[in-house]
DNA sequence: ATTATTCCTACTTGTACAGTAGGAATGATA
DNA sequence: TATCATTCCTACTGTACAAGTAGGAATAAT
């Protein structure tokens, strides 16, 4: 379960803009979820080009989501940021079954965040087991 | 789910090592498993330092499992050489409930790669789903 | 003695992550 | 039309860690 910086950070702005009512300043971003600022900008643009968030330019611009929180799952951003997991070495003949225990490790993870939502994480702000509970 | 080449191959020595009846060398191992000769030494010298292998010198030396397959996880082959993970950065505020999502993951992955030992993988070569039936 | 092995430290190299730089494009406001 | 604040874009740099290598010392069998 490796999680990159730029995973985290992207989750974080994600999660400011869905707490949002109005359009978000990169700036903003950066200082609540504490990202360096150029990074920042960095990966909203990554975000954008996935299209999970929407922008406007110039003054009075900024960042929103594409679709509602609820609609928007973990794995949605993850995917994102952490890009295509580089394919891991052959296994020698002995090793072989191992492969069948990283698929449903993989596919385990990948359930769990894709069950996931942003509004869920947001209304498990201090309440018991997030995301437990059907959405 | 990050997985080193070291850990792939510290998993397939050990599996050589289980399906062997008596102590191996290295340089078998290393052509069995696909594993670089240099680095093969480097890896056995990692997992013996950890208890998980023993070893004896010489001509007719060889490496052998310190335990029998069966009360060896998977887990504690990765432990060693994963080694301590780094601390991933504080979490914002608004992402603060991610930190308990990350543990589930981490826990579940924990469970089952402590539950898989040598013998259920060698076990399951060629059979049916792997590490489902009780040891 | 010789030889085959393990053992040990330290080094080199490659790659991916984290973050930065410089500036162009856009759009609101006056 | 000028100004200014913002997003947008490519490319670059530094650093840390993973992957693998080098050279040789210690040990044990013959």
């Known amino acids: 379960m490796r999680i990159s910086a730029r995973t985290q950070y992207a989750l974080g702005a994600m999660l400011a803009l869905?707490?949002?009512?109005?359009?978000?300043?990169?700036?903003?971003?950066?200082?609540?979820?504490?990202?360096?600022?150029?990074?920042?900008?960095?990966?909203l643009l990554q975000l954008r080009r996935a299209g999970l968030i929407r922008s406007q330019r110039g003054p009075d611009g900024g960042y929103w989501l594409a679709r509602p929180p609820g609609e928007i799952a973990l794995a949605d951003v993850i995917r994102v940021t952490e890009g295509a997991e580089q394919a891991l070495r052959p296994f020698s003949p002995a090793a072989a079954p191992l492969a069948a225990i990283w698929d449903r490790l993989r596919s385990h993870e990948n359930a769990l965040l894709s069950e996931i939502t942003l509004a869920d994480v947001i209304a498990s702000n201090g309440h018991a087991h997030p995301g437990r509970e059907a959405r």
Do not use: G, K, M, S
Request: with cysteine; proline share 8%; aromatic share 4%.
């Open 18 to 43: 869905a707490v949002a009512d109005r359009p978000v300043h990169a700036e903003r971003i950066a200082v609540t979820q504490d990202i360096p600022r150029r990074f920042c900008d960095n990966i």
